[in-house]
């Protein structure tokens, strides 16, 4: 299952609402996380089941979408948020990864 | 505090061996099963390989399949990632993640991931 993210990359200001796209070639159910990376740190977890905020995430972040089309939008964008995010599908193996958004500082 | 620690990375020749270590405290290491994903010098995420809480199943993707052997030791709270033939292309920073949740074929999330590993293939 290929996931196609967009946009590949984004430049906004403090405060700003943000929506990045992930698209699968199939329908992946709701079997879809969103995770975010900083440069040289690990992936973290923002959303599992396509909508389920993980624990400690601030709920300036939401996920959205079934079958083939999801989103995650970020209501507020505060400096700590930029970085990469990535959108997993979790619904058969290979568990493939979009491509990557970066979300920069405009 | 959970917490998953890799290491076994390095520098090997084209066509060379590596075996890398993920080792997990804070949980019961036997309740979960492990994934292995790796990045690339500036690309994405690519996900590799998983292996069931018991070890009784696994999974790899083609870009590794039977080149590289996910194994894991639940008395020692330890999964492992061997190597074999190893390409300029495997050149990457390999993470470990815990997976959550899920009946280990779909569902679930990689919930906690170990700061990673780096591997670099070159002659």
């Known amino acids: 299952i290929q996931l196609t993210q967009s946009p590949s990359s984004l430049s906004a200001s403090i405060g700003d609402r943000v929506t990045i796209t992930c698209r699968a070639s199939q329908g992946v159910s709701s079997y879809l996380a969103w995770y975010q990376q900083k440069p040289g740190r690990a992936p973290k977890l923002l959303i599992s089941a396509a909508s389920t905020l993980y624990s400690g995430v601030p709920s300036r972040f939401r996920g959205s979408g079934s079958g083939t089309d999801f989103t995650l939008t970020i209501s507020s964008l505060q400096p700590e948020d930029f970085a990469v995010y990535y959108c997993q599908q979790l619904n058969s193996y290979p568990y493939t990864f979009g491509q990557g958004t970066k979300l920069e500082i405009k | ?123």
């Open chain 2, 1 to 123: 505090q959970e917490q998953l620690v890799e290491s076994g990375g390095g520098v090997v020749q084209p066509g060379g061996s590596l075996r890398l270590s993920c080792a997990a405290s804070g949980y019961t290491f036997s309740d979960h099963g492990i994934h292995w994903v790796r990045q690339a010098p500036g690309k994405g995420l690519e996900w590799l390989t998983v292996i069931w809480y018991d070890g009784s199943k696994e999974d790899y993707a083609d870009s590794v399949k039977g080149r590289f052997t996910i194994s894991r030791d639940n008395s020692k709270n330890t999964v492992y990632l061997q190597m074999n033939s190893l390409r300029a292309e495997d050149t990457a920073v390999y993470h470990c993640a815990r997976i959550f949740g899920g009946d280990g074929y779909k569902g679930g999330v990689l919930d906690i991931w170990g700061q990673g590993t780096t591997v670099t293939v070159s002659s």
